[in-house]
């Protein structure tokens, strides 16, 4: 289990969100930039650079779809810690890393009254349009999220 890059880290994000009537909509950046070239391992996970963009639908008052385009892409790692070359293919730094374009639908569901007032149910089901992987890796054939929050 990774507990963290072990490298000082660039994280810096941008977001756009606008609305007219029930029609909202956005995009947002985000990237982790190592700045060192390796950390006392004798590595460095690859820069990770993503980004999405989205349109959402208010149905009702307690109710909106959603549909969102999400890429990312995140280098190779460089280096290798001596300590976990293994015969598997995880531990080969050329497997790591690679593209990807999903394309995700959505539901959000808040409640407007009683018990259930301030909480939001959501689910998103995505697909991957694109998938360019480096060296031998799973592909993702599809992900599923629900979230659920609760607002004070």
Known sequence: MQLGSGTFDLLPGLTYTAK???????AQYRADIRLE???DEGYALGDKHAFTSWVAYKVTPWASTSFRIDAMTQDSV???DPNIVAPVQT???????????DLI???NLLGQEG????HRLAAEFG???YQDLNGSQLETDWTVTLGW???F
């Open 20 to 26: 007219l009537g029930n029609v909202s909509w956005g």
């Open 37 to 39: 070239n390796e950390n």
């Open 78 to 80: 460089s280096g290798i």
């Open 91 to 101: 531990a080969d730094p050329e497997n790591q890393g690679g593209e990807r374009v």
């Open 105 to 107: 639908w959505g539901v």
């Open 115 to 118: 018990a259930v007032k301030g």
């Open 127 to 129: 697909l991957p349009v």
């Open 149 to 151: 929050q609760k607002a």
